[in-house]
C-alpha cells in the first residue's frame, strides 16, 4: 500500500486499512491494494490470496507492474 499511496497520495484511504495481525485483516488488506492499483490503472495478474500468502512470483509481477506505472503515471488535475 505504501508503494501505492507512493504512486498517487489521493488514492488510499488509510482509514480502511485494518489491523493485520488477523487472516481477516490481512485478506481485507490485500483486497484494497488489489483495488487501488486497479484505481490506478494498473494491470494486477494476481488475486488477494496470493498477496496474503506472499506468492513469490506473483509479487514480484505485481512489484514490477507498479514500478512501471510510477514511471508512467500522470495524476489527474
Request: contains cysteine; aromatic residues 10%.
Amino acid at each position: 500500500m505504501h508503494i501505492l499511496a507512493d504512486i498517487e497520495p489521493r488514492a488510499v484511504n488509510w482509514d480502511i486499512m485494518m489491523d493485520s495481525d488477523t487472516d481477516e485483516g490481512k485478506a481485507n488488506n490485500a483486497k484494497y491494494v488489489i483495488s487501488v492499483a486497479r484505481k490506478l490503472a494498473a494491470l494486477v495478474f494476481c488475486v488477494w490470496d496470493q498477496i496474503t500468502s506472499v506468492h513469490p512470483k506473483q509479487m514480484f509481477i505485481l512489484f514490477c507492474t507498479l514500478a512501471e506505472l510510477k514511471k508512467s503515471y500522470v495524476p489527474p488535475q
